[in-house]
């Protein structure tokens, strides 16, 4: 079986291959598709990052199995084995609007606990990575544990969807956290989003739905710095189906149960 440090070797070597060739395509002209509606694309470029992953993976690690984005691995319904889940672009709309802000992410798990988490911010060069219970990283620098916060010296990251009209939380509810918050952000893309409140730049990242190659990798390394994960319930997420999600610095969680999502019964 495939010793999670030679898994580790793999992962970062690909993702650095990866992130070049996205950084490359920036001269070509990219080839853009929708896909549920107008503000859902995709490009040449997510899929051509995911067959990538598959052919790697499936020269070295023929056993695994992938579960990502754009559809080029298997037909997901558990996470028996050891399972490699992959966003091959996380925040697509940034790499064709803005050529930044967007990330590769990789989470591997074998029979659902998660061992490696990475997340690569390919404009600025930054890989996350954490094996599980061996500390987290953004490149050779140790990220220290989070230290307990408060909402009102937070920043918290949230898409201000979640404020507006919309089918999946009342407005109401998270309004009252972004007045009360020192400051909101929100960068279009949740992989990085998780690695940000890893390393301890943004106190909690709050949102309604992501799928489950959007926080594969990032809530490993949430965990091994002491941050909280749940979905919007305060429960375990869902791998298959995907969740909403909240991360936060510890004591942010209680906070903003008690305080803002207590009359969340409806969600
Ligand atoms: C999206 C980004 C975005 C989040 C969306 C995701 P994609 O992923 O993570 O920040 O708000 O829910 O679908 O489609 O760019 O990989
Ligand atoms: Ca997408
Ligand atoms: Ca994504
Ligand atoms: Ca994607």
Known sequence: MASVKEMDTYAKLWMKEAGARLRASFNTKLDIEMKTNPNDLVTNMDKGIEKFFCDKIGEVFPDHRIFGEEGMGNDI????????????????LNFIHQQRDFAISL???VDGIGKIGMVYDVVSDELYHVIKGQGAYMDDQRLPSLEPATVNRSIVSINASWVTENRRIDPRLLAPLVRDARGTRSYGSAALELAFVAAGRIDAYITMRLMPWDFAGGVLLIEEVGGEVSNIKGGKLNYIEGDSLFVSKPGLHKEVFDK????NSGL
């Open 77 to 92: 319904k558990d996470l028996k084995g050891t399972v490699w889940i992959i966003d091959p672009i996380d925040g697509t």
């Open 107 to 109: 989470g591997v798990y």
């Open 260 to 263: 803002y999502l207590s009359g």
